[in-house]
């Protein structure tokens, strides 16, 4: 049970370093608009979606949400032509706030990377932007490493450990899933 309710305070700090980040003034200028856009998700990297999904709808007294397999989600460019992974995924709703539950298949990936490393807590916060390339370049700039997604997509991952703690996920008006 600590785990799990170091796992929920992490969610919401990272949730408020992540607001923070979206509003920061930069030399006294107005605020940076690339990373502006709604809040999407936390979502938190665990060892097992079914089992961990049961526990969390217990403790927020909501239903048990259903779980899909993503596969071939491309890494970017960077990682050379062709390499992909997959993910075990469900989304809770509770108290006004959207939990993202993910599971790491086989073969490399973020997620696993964060498993290994870190084990099951917090990985990522979601922001909905009006323009997805750019929100990955701002944070790039930011030393921030894009580890996932491409263009024709529409959403990425940008690894923010080294400064903030957790990765962002910035996601474009319409997310295109690859092919199953």
């Known amino acids: ?3 799990m309710r170091r796992t929920v305070v992490t969610g919401i700090v990272g949730f408020a370093l992540g607001s923070l980040l979206t509003s920061t003034l930069v030399k006294g200028q107005a605020p940076i608009n690339k990373l502006e856009g709604k809040f999407g998700h936390v979502a938190i990297v665990v060892k097992d979606v079914d089992k961990s999904a049961k526990v969390f709808a217990d403790i927020f007294g909501v239903p048990v949400p259903a779980t899909r397999i993503v596969k071939n989600i491309p890494f970017p460019p960077s ?3 062709g390499k992909t992974m997959g993910t075990k995924t469900t989304m809770l709703q509770a108290n006004g706030m959207s939990l993202e539950l993910i599971e790491p298949l086989e073969g490399p990936s973020p997620w696993r990377d964060h498993l290994e490393k870190y084990g ?3 990985h990522h916060i979601a922001f909905a ?3 997805w390339m750019p929100a990955i370049k701002y944070l790039e700039s930011k030393g921030g490493k894009w580890v996932q997604g491409v263009e ?3 959403f990425g991952y940008v690894d923010m450990m080294p400064q903030l703690g957790f990765t962002i ?4 008006p319409k997310i295109n899933l690859p092919p199953q």
């Open 129 to 131: 932007v009006p323009e």
């Open 169 to 172: 996920e910035v996601m474009g």
């Open 152 to 154: 024709q997509y529409n």
């Open 1 to 3: 049970m600590t785990a």
């Open 79 to 81: 990682y050379g032509p």
């Open 120 to 122: 099951e807590s917090v």
